[in-house]
């Protein structure tokens, strides 16, 4: 395969519209959020069917504690109701979740059913990460912090801190909703990713949205600050 037919396996996506979704259509922000799973319930479930072996989502940002209490408990309740419903179908597609963040400081349901899935799915050979309140500039700082404990502080020694250690190198980095800006997101992570904006709002994002980025990154020429 030349270098301009690369194949991106590592793709993260800023789900972000839902909101405005809702609003146009004249309906409660919570439908958004609740149109918005869907979304990723359908990704999820086409994985098998791309190069792609990780799909990391940004969920909930470290900065979304800022919203309106009743919307927060929403997404808290959306997530309890999606680990339930959708772990069985994580199983039997043979997909591994992944969390980033500082999310064992959620609720303490919430935590007991992500330390489950995880348990259920380790042995999955695709991976679904998922950045639950995270944020890449506390990621960075906490990385930078135990490397200095281990030892010399290097572009090597932090990148083994992140909460990405053990996933593939970011290829393709999609935000959805026409925003363009990487709002704290994997930030270490997109220094060398191709990205790719779309101005179509999350829920309404499809599996073939997915593979048109896809495509977009195959024609692409990655030099890493190269020629």
Same mark, same amino acid.
Not at 9 to 21: E, K
Not at 193 to 205: G, H, K, Q, R, S
């Given at each position: 395969?030349?270098?301009?037919?690369?194949?991106?396996? !590592?793709?993260?996506?800023?789900?972000? #519209?839902?909101?405005?979704?809702? $609003?146009? $259509? !004249?309906?409660? %922000?919570?439908? #958004? !959020?609740?149109? #918005?799973?869907?979304?990723? %319930?359908?990704?999820?479930?086409?994985?098998?069917?791309?190069?792609?072996?990780?799909?990391?989502?940004?969920?909930?940002?470290?900065?979304?504690?800022?919203?309106?209490?009743?919307?927060?408990?929403?997404?808290?309740?959306l997530m309890r109701k999606f680990i339930k419903s959708d772990l069985p179908e994580f199983?039997?597609?043979?997909?591994?979740? !992944?969390?980033? #963040?500082d999310w064992r400081s959620l609720a303490p349901d919430i935590v007991a059913m992500l330390e489950d899935a995880l348990a259920q799915t380790a042995k999955g050979s695709r991976t679904l990460a998922v950045a639950l309140n995270y944020g890449a500039q506390a990621e960075i700082a906490a990385a930078a912090r135990l490397a200095a404990k281990q030892g010399e502080v290097t572009e090597e020694s932090i990148a083994a801190n992140l909460y990405t250690a053990d996933l593939p190198p970011l290829d393709l980095l999609i935000r959805t909703s026409g925003e363009v800006r990487l709002s704290n997101f994997l930030l270490w992570q997109a220094a060398y990713?191709?990205?790719?904006?779309?101005?179509?709002?999350?829920?309404?994002?499809t599996p073939a949205h997915l593979m048109d980025a896809l495509d977009q990154f195959s024609g692409r020429e990655r030099r890493f600050g190269g020629r």
């Open positions: 395969m030349s270098e301009k037919q690369q194949e991106a396996r !590592h793709v993260a996506i800023i789900m972000d #519209g839902n909101g405005r979704w809702a $609003k146009r $259509k !004249h309906l409660p %922000r919570v439908m #958004g !959020h609740r149109k #918005g799973v869907e979304a990723v %319930r359908a990704l999820v479930r086409n994985l098998k069917d791309t190069p792609v072996e990780c799909l990391t989502l940004y969920a909930f940002s470290s900065e979304n504690w800022k919203r309106p209490e009743d919307e927060v408990d929403d997404l808290m309740n199983i039997a597609n043979d997909v591994k979740l !992944h969390i980033l #963040g990713a191709e990205m790719v904006f779309t101005e179509i709002l999350w829920p309404d994002f």
